[in-house]
């Protein structure tokens, strides 16, 4: 399904979509190449040097996924580095959902708009690689002053083409000069093209101011036989071949055609020779195929049945074992009770067999009646005292009284 969306969006951009991250990774190799990064990135980290085609991903190129995201977010951290923000330079067991996020986050702060998922990244290829680190590497090299300009191409001073005609008139006169002219020429000579041309065009000058009477040649015509015979091996002309040339295309086409053709016949009949051998194979494999389903009915019929109840046995031992797991943790719970009761038997058991706590009774019973012994001699002093207090008190009042009836006695006859 995805495939399927993909391919549709390719098919909205245009066919040539799916070629664009090509161009865009080998403008981000140049513009890493300005900033230099091999000695900056490459020499500090220890890692390769990237390819042409590296971040690019398509199904005719190996990838790996990893180390490709690695060498992603560490250009990244460098080349946010490189555009002045300060970015921490990404750790080969760093969270990719966080390494992406921040990613973004400073190309958004760069005035990039980014309308894509971060998830397209942490595959560490594809279009959106190429698309961030192509933006980043933009905003470094602005930042280090570097500018794209337009190429200066040098001028060439070349000399005007002529065409030349594609039948070129060589006038026999001009070839019995230069045969004159150089007598002694060997066999392997050539004729100047160049030079037969601008002969040529002489000649036309020539023949367009026409004389008033008809020339007429003096020479003897054996002669004339005699002497093109001498020069025939001579006459040899070549062309000089230019790739450029849309003649030299058009035979090589044909010569590639006639050379398909022939090679065609001869594969044509390989060809139907191998789809014959192929198809009686096919029909042998399956009539084989056929036969051993056949022979092999019952035991296949048996298997299934065998399947079936082993199914059913696998389904029993599994009910079956879910009760003994219960029926374990029933037996674990009532081993620990009975630990527990065992445990407190135990220390009744102690406690009623050892013969301390009768001896710590005994001393206790001790101890306390010294207490209520010092008690009682406690009592017996305060009551005493309290008694000598009375007493006193008593002997105080009685004292008192007396005082107070003597004057009485006293004052009594003079009053």
């Known amino acids: 399904m995805a495939d399927d969306i993909r391919r549709g969006e390719d098919e909205d951009r245009g066919p040539g979509a799916a070629h664009n991250m090509f161009t865009v990774m080998e403008d981000l190799l140049e513009k890493l ?13 220890n890692m390769k040097t990237l390819s042409r085609h590296y971040f690019v991903s398509s199904p005719y190129m ?3 996924p990893g180390e490709q995201f690695y060498m992603f977010a560490i250009i990244a951290s460098w080349l946010i580095n490189a555009a002045g923000r300060p970015f921490t330079q990404a750790q080969e067991y760093d969270e990719p959902n966080a390494t992406v996020s921040n990613i973004l986050a400073e190309l958004r702060a ?25 933006r980043l590497a933009e905003e470094a090299l602005k930042k280090r002053g570097f500018n794209f300009s337009r190429p200066n191409y040098p001028t060439e001073t070349t000399e ?57 040649s003096t020479v003897d015509a054996a002669e004339w036989n005699l002497e093109v015979e001498r020069v025939l091996p001579q006459l040899k002309v070549t062309i000089r071949t230019d790739n450029k040339d849309w003649r030299i295309h058009v035979d090589q086409m ?14 044509k009949g390989y060809l139907d020779k191998l789809q014959e051998d192929i198809s009686k194979t096919l029909e042998k494999v399956s009539s084989r195929e056929k036969y051993i389903n056949n022979q092999l009915e019952h035991l296949i019929q048996e298997y299934r049945g ?18 003994v797991t219960e029926r374990t943790r029933v037996l674990a719970e ?31 019973l001790t101890k306390l009646k010294q207490e209520v012994v010092q008690m009682d001699i406690r009592i017996g002093v305060v009551e005493h005292t309290l008694l000598q207090a009375k007493l006193k008190e008593k002997s105080n009042m009685t004292r008192d009284m007396h005082a107070t009836n003597i004057p009485e006695a006293a004052a009594g006859p003079y009053a």
């Open 334 to 364: 009532i081993s620990e009770e009975l630990e527990k009761v065992k445990q407190e038997m135990e220390e009744k058991g102690s406690s009623m067999s050892d013969g301390a706590p009768v001896v710590k009774i005994r001393q206790s």
């Open 33 to 45: 190449k300005l900033l230099d990064y091999e000695e900056e990135v490459l020499a500090k980290n």
């Open 160 to 216: 005007e083409e002529s065409v030349m005609e594609d039948d070129a008139e060589l006038t026999l006169s001009k070839v019995e000069e230069e045969m004159i002219e150089e007598p002694d020429d060997e066999e392997e000579n050539v004729i100047d093209l160049e030079a037969l041309k601008s002969r040529t065009t002489q000649s036309e000058v020539d023949r367009s101011s026409k004389p008033d009477v008809i020339l007429e």
């Open 110 to 134: 760069f005035g990039v708009r980014v309308d894509f998922p971060p998830s397209k990244l942490k595959s560490g290829s594809g279009e959106h690689v190429c698309f961030v680190l192509d």
């Open 62 to 64: 190996a990838s790996n």
């Open 254 to 267: 044909h010569q590639h055609r006639d050379r398909i053709k022939s090679s065609l016949k001869e594969t």
């Open 306 to 323: 065998v399947q079936a109840k082993l199914s059913e046995a696998k389904e029993r031992y599994q009910q079956g074992s879910g009760g």
